[in-house]
């Protein structure tokens, strides 16, 4: 039954898949690390990339170009990441229940936008909106079967390997990132030496909100090529899993990326058998679950031993 999964082609078109897939969850990684590094967890990632799949969509089919389609998911996404700093740090709400308010809000905000704009409440098929092109890589897309799976993705999928590039910069090499990971240490010590404590969370909240919504500017004008009712299905919180597995790196993050990625490739795979399909839609969170659970292990696994060596 599995044979035809292990020819060639399938494999090249399951690898290519694997990248596509990880895009989103790449962008919203990065962004949680960010607001990790600064010592609070982005519970609104869902709803900013939610948000920012709708607000690419409406702008590039205003404008009928792809960057102005960009520009809009950002500015939608960060308004949302703004109403969260806002909200948590000067009004000093709860953080996570804040994230979940605006999650909730995003889910129905966007329907209502949609439908008072199309008249559609599930898809944005009547808007003429633009898409992402894809790159072939020169040189690189000639090449037997790395050539396949490598080059012709989207160009926000390379992007996205960038940005993961500029995460670590701005987080471990520059004098902000310094900043935001001394707030996230120990804001105390970081006010006494004159550190505005909320500033720069406020800053790592908008970081955090500017790389989610490419991820979810992915989603509606890469992955699909227009937006769906509730289309993220969760990859905000799986992005929030992966930064928390990298424990805030960046390298791990990009590599827990690939992996929830790989789980879900797995589950699209799956679901050309013949089995349940709840089963089937449950494998990148099932996987989500079991990679928390292994961290949390291995977490009290070397607090044991730190509290034998004592």
């Not at 989103?24 to 962004?31: E, K, R, S, V």
């Not at 006494?192 to 720069?200: A, M, P, R, T």
């Not at 299905?233 to 929030?240: C, K, L, Q, S």
């Not at 992996?259 to 699209?268: L, P, Q, T, Y």
Request: proline fraction near 2%.
């Amino acid at each position: 039954m599995f044979a035809q999964f292990f020819t060639g082609d399938y494999l090249i078109d399951f690898f290519y898949s694997i990248i596509r897939m990880s895009t989103p969850l790449i962008y919203c990684a990065m962004g949680a690390l960010i607001s990790k590094q600064a010592g609070a967890i982005n519970m609104a990632l869902e709803g900013i990339m939610l948000t920012a799949s709708l607000t690419a969509v409406i702008f590039s089919a205003m404008t009928h170009t792809v960057i102005f389609g960009l520009i809009g998911a950002v500015a939608g996404g960060m308004f949302i990441s703004f109403i969260l700093a806002y909200m948590h740090l000067v009004k000093q709400s709860e953080l996570v229940l804040t994230g979940i308010a605006l999650n909730t809000m995003a889910s129905g905000g966007t329907v209502y936008l949609l439908f008072l704009l199309t008249g559609e409440k599930g898809t944005s098929r009547l808007l003429n909106s633009l898409v992402v092109p894809k790159w072939n890589i020169p040189v690189l897309k000639d090449i037997p079967v790395l050539g396949q799976i490598l080059s012709g993705h989207n160009a926000l999928t390379y992007l996205a390997y960038l940005f993961a590039l500029l995460t670590y910069i701005l987080v471990f090499k520059s004098r902000t990132g310094l900043r935001i990971r001394a707030v996230g240490l120990n804001p105390d010590a970081a006010a006494s030496v004159g550190i505005n404590v909320n500033k720069i969370k406020f800053q790592a909240f908008l970081y955090s909100g500017l790389f989610a919504s490419l991820g979810g500017a992915f989603m509606s004008m890469g992955y699909l090529s227009n937006f769906s009712r509730d289309m993220i299905a969760g990859r905000g919180f799986i992005g929030i899993s992966a930064a928390n597995l990298a424990d805030g790196q960046v390298l791990g993050s990009l590599l827990a990326s690939l992996g929830f990625g790989s789980a879900e490739a797995v589950s699209i795979t799956l679901a050309t058998l013949n089995m349940q399909a709840e089963l089937v839609r449950m494998i990148p969170y099932l996987a989500t679950v079991i990679g928390l659970v292994i961290m949390s292990a291995q977490k009290q696994a070397k607090a044991r031993r730190r509290q034998g060596d004592f």
